[in-house]
Nanobody, 116 residues
Framework: VQLQASGGGLVQPGGSLRLSCVAS????????ISWYRQAPGKQRELVAT????????NYIDSVKGRFAISGDVAKDRVYLQMSSLKPEDTAVYYC??????????WGKGTQVTVSS
């Protein structure tokens, strides 16, 4: 499984961005796709997850009500709509896929910078 993340950029506080994650390869083995982020000097943290099949979603508390993960894991494309962005959302955002047998797949990150 290969993952390609895109959509990052520079945005002012209160603005919006939409990240895209496109999966290729054996996408039928994917159980869930998540977005992680890593800010300078901080550990990587899980931001949001969407599962295959029923498409249930989960978020960390700090983004609830502002971020929305959507898409169709089985159709290889997942999005992260980010609204009401704050400077503390600044980070490199990574797309991650959970595959069969506990396999993990990571895409290259996309930089999101929230600054005036």
């Amino acid at each position: 499984v290969q993952l390609q993340a895109s959509g990052g950029g520079l945005v002012q506080p209160g603005g919006s961005l939409r990240l895209s994650c496109v999966a290729s390869g054996n996408i039928f083995s994917i159980n869930a796709i998540s977005w992680y982020r890593q800010a300078p000097g901080k550990q990587r943290e899980l931001v949001a997850t969407i599962t295959s099949g029923g498409g249930s979603t989960n978020y960390i508390d700090s983004v609830k009500g502002r971020f929305a993960i959507s898409g169709d894991v089985a159709k290889d494309r997942v999005y992260l709509q980010m609204s009401s962005l704050k400077p503390e959302d600044t980070a490199v955002y990574y797309c991650h896929a959970e595959g069969a047998y506990g396999l993990d797949y990571w895409g290259k990150g996309t930089q999101v910078t929230v600054s005036s």
